[in-house]
């Protein structure tokens, strides 16, 4: 074998062992980033904007948004259309004074659901 072509042959094969070796990036969950209302928030009656933030692409049209009630009844919040692709909003409306608790599923663009919950209380305007 030519001297020229086997050094090829041994650096082809350098990099490929190389490119092994790198760590390829994580793919990254879901993480909430910012949220209204915020966790353990007071806000006014009796129309809430809730606006969910995270760090990657969601999928909305497979995520949920429920509000659990003060009396522990669940309703299930349409969610509109994303101002970003990182994000998911609704309105919970007529909502009377209580402790409530806003539970979040998203489809993140890496494939995999990941669930929280945002516990704030509404109170008189």
């Given at each position: 074998?030519?001297?020229?072509?086997?050094?090829?042959?041994?650096?082809?094969?350098?990099?490929?062992?190389?490119?092994?070796?790198?760590?390829?990036?994580?793919a990254?969950?879901?993480?909430?980033?910012?949220?209204?209302?915020?966790?353990?928030?007071?806000?006014?009656a009796?129309?809430?904007?809730?606006?969910?933030?995270f760090?990657?692409?969601?999928?909305?049209?497979?995520?949920?948004?429920?509000?659990v009630?003060?009396?522990?009844?669940?309703?299930?919040?349409?969610?509109?259309?994303?101002?970003?692709?990182?994000t998911?909003?609704?309105?919970?409306s007529?909502?009377?004074p209580?402790?409530?608790?806003?539970?979040?599923?998203v489809?993140?663009?890496?494939?995999?659901?990941?669930?929280?919950?945002?516990?704030?209380?509404?109170?008189?305007?």
């Amino acid at each position: 074998m030519h001297a020229g072509r086997r050094s090829l042959l041994i650096l082809i094969l350098l990099l490929a062992v190389v490119s092994l070796l790198i760590p390829a990036p994580a793919a990254a969950h879901a993480i909430l980033l910012e949220s209204n209302p915020p966790p353990n928030g007071k806000v006014a009656a009796p129309d809430i904007p809730i606006k969910l933030r995270f760090n990657v692409r969601i999928d909305a049209s497979r995520s949920r948004l429920t509000l659990v009630r003060p009396d522990g009844s669940v309703q299930p919040l349409a969610i509109g259309k994303p101002a970003s692709e990182d994000t998911l909003s609704a309105l919970a409306s007529n909502l009377p004074p209580g402790d409530y608790r806003l539970r979040w599923q998203v489809l993140a663009s890496d494939g995999h659901i990941t669930r929280g919950e945002i516990p704030f209380s509404v109170t008189l305007a």
